[in-house]
């Protein structure tokens, strides 16, 4: 029986990934309006590490802006990417919306509703 190996590779490139592009948000589109006020909250690598899925929060009221804008920069983010990490290869990236706070929000009101009843 072959032995399994267990490898968090994945989760180190994402992470890495999550890392770095959260600064390079931070370091050329502090001053626009609309990415100033992202958040990188976390990243999942996929597809044998050429895609990495970076789920971010954003304080605007206007997630389809906020995602059309991020979708516009996403190629200089990558190019700029390219020039800071170690890899052979640069993987793709793409931008998603976590509403997680969301969520739980919703689930705390739903609780506080029937605390009350």
């Given at each position: ?27 050329h ?66 931008f998603?919306?976590d ?5 739980a929000?919703r689930i ?10």
């Amino acid at each position: 029986m072959k032995k399994q190996i267990v490898s968090n590779r994945g989760a180190r490139i994402a992470s890495k990934v999550q890392t770095m592009v959260a600064e390079i948000l931070r370091d050329h589109y502090a001053d626009d309006p609309i990415l100033g006020g992202v958040s990188i909250v976390d990243a999942v690598a996929h597809g044998g590490l050429q895609f990495v899925k970076l789920f971010y929060y954003s304080r605007g009221d206007n997630i389809d802006v906020v995602q059309r804008r991020l979708d516009d920069v996403t190629r200089a983010v990558r190019f700029e990417l390219a020039s800071r990490i170690d890899q052979k290869y640069v993987p793709e990236i793409r931008f998603e919306y976590d509403d997680t706070l969301e969520r739980a929000a919703r689930i705390d009101q739903l609780l506080d509703n029937l605390d009350s009843k």
